[in-house]
C-alpha cells in the first residue's frame, strides 16, 4: 500500500480567519457561477440546435473551453497562493475536475445526435486523464505497511441496497436505450467511480479526515461542499445532448452522501472508497441509461411550428 506525502490537516490546525473565510466564498461563488453559465448555455445551445437542425453555429466548445480555462486559471493561482490547508485543498481537488473539463472541450465539438460517439471518446478521455494521474501520483508515493488492526469498511452491502433504490424512480419512469448505449454508460459510469476516488480520497477525505483529527458536523458541511462542486466541475464535460438538468439534481446531493460514507468508514482499511466509488457509478448512469437524446430530439421537433 501507498502514502500520500502530502501533509493532513492535524487537530492543531488554527481556525480559518475572516480574510480566508471570504476568499473560500468568493473563490466557490466564481467557480459555480462559471460552471453554472457553461452548463445552461450548452443546454440552451443543444435544444437550439434541435429544433433548428444545422441552421444555428454550434459554438459549445467556445463557452465550454472558455469557461473551463478560466476556472482552472482561477483554482491553480488560488493552489499555489493560498496559505490556508482548507483552501489549498479545495482548490487542489477542483483544479482536478477542471483540468478535466478543459481536456473534454473537443467532445463538444461532436454532433448532439452522436451520442454514442461521445460518450466513447469521454470514456477514453477519461481513461488517459486517470492513468497519468495515477502514474504520476504513484512515483510520488511513499511505501506504507497496512495496519493488521485495521478492519475493511462494512458498509458496501448497505451502500449497494441504497444506489438500487436510488435507481428505482429512473426504472420505473424512465425507458432503457439499446444495448449499446446501456454498455456504454455501464462502462462510462465506472470509469467516473474510479475517478472520483482516484481524486477525492488522497486529495481530499484522506487528508482532512486523518484519524488524529476530531470532526464536527463543519468537516462534514465543507467535505461535502468540496466533493459537490468537484462534481459539478466534472459536470460541465460529462453531460451531453440536453442530460444537464437531470445531473444538476443528482450530482451535487452525491457530494454530501460520500462525505458521509467517508466519515462513517474513517479508521477502516479501505475508508469506505468501494462504496464511494459505486454511489458516484449509479448517480452518473442513473439519469444517462434511461434518458435517450435521441427520443428528446423526436419529441421537440414534432412541436407546433
Known amino acids: ?28 461563488l466564481w467557480v459555480v457561477l462559471l460552471a453554472g453559465v457553461d452548463i445552461f448555455l450548452n443546454w440552451t445551445m443543444e435544444q437550439s440546435l434541435f429544433e433548428s437542425s444545422t441552421t444555428l453555429p454550434d459554438f459549445r466548445w467556445v463557452t465550454h473551453g472558455i469557461t473551463s480555462g478560466l476556472i482552472l486559471i482561477t483554482l491553480l493561482i488560488t493552489y499555489f497562493v493560498a496559505k490556508n490547508p482548507r483552501l489549498k485543498i479545495a482548490a487542489q481537488v477542483w483544479a482536478f475536475a477542471a483540468g478535466f473539463a478543459l481536456l473534454a472541450t473537443p467532445v463538444k465539438k461532436m454532433w448532439i445526435t452522436y451520442q454514442q460517439e461521445t460518450t466513447v471518446l469521454l470514456i477514453l478521455l477519461m481513461f488517459i486523464y486517470t492513468s497519468v494521474i495515477f502514474l504520476i501520483r504513484s512515483r510520488k508515493m511513499e511505501a506504507q505497511v497496512d495496519d493488521p488492526k485495521k478492519k475493511r469498511s462494512s458498509v458496501f452491502g448497505l451502500i449497494a441496497l441504497v444506489a438500487g433504490g436510488l435507481m428505482l424512480p429512473w426504472i420505473l419512469w424512465g425507458a432503457l436505450g439499446s444495448l449499446d448505449d446501456t454498455l456504454l454508460y455501464l462502462v462510462m459510469g465506472l470509469e467516473f467511480g474510479f475517478m472520483t476516488v482516484l481524486f477525492l480520497f488522497p486529495f481530499l477525505f484522506d487528508r482532512t479526515q486523518s484519524e488524529e483529527r476530531e470532526l464536527h ?49 474513517r479508521g477502516t482499511k479501505d475508508h469506505g472508497r468501494l462504496s464511494v466509488g459505486l454511489i458516484a457509478a449509479f448517480a452518473l448512469i442513473g439519469p444517462l441509461l434511461w434518458f435517450d437524446a435521441d427520443e428528446l430530439a423526436l419529441v421537440i421537433s414534432s412541436g407546433a411550428g
Request: hydrophobic content about 55%; glycine content about 6%.
Open 217 to 265: 458536523p463543519v468537516d462534514f458541511l465543507i467535505d461535502g461542499f468540496v466533493a459537490a462542486l468537484f462534481l459539478i466541475i466534472l459536470l460541465t464535460s460529462l453531460a451531453q445532448n440536453g442530460s444537464q438538468p437531470l445531473l444538476i439534481i443528482v450530482l451535487p446531493v452525491t457530494g454530501w452522501v460520500m462525505a458521509l460514507i467517508a466519515i462513517a468508514t
Open 1 to 28: 500500500m501507498t502514502q500520500n506525502t502530502q501533509p493532513n490537516l492535524t487537530a492543531k490546525e488554527k481556525r480559518s480567519g475572516c480574510g480566508t473565510i471570504f476568499a473560500f466564498v468568493a473563490i466557490s
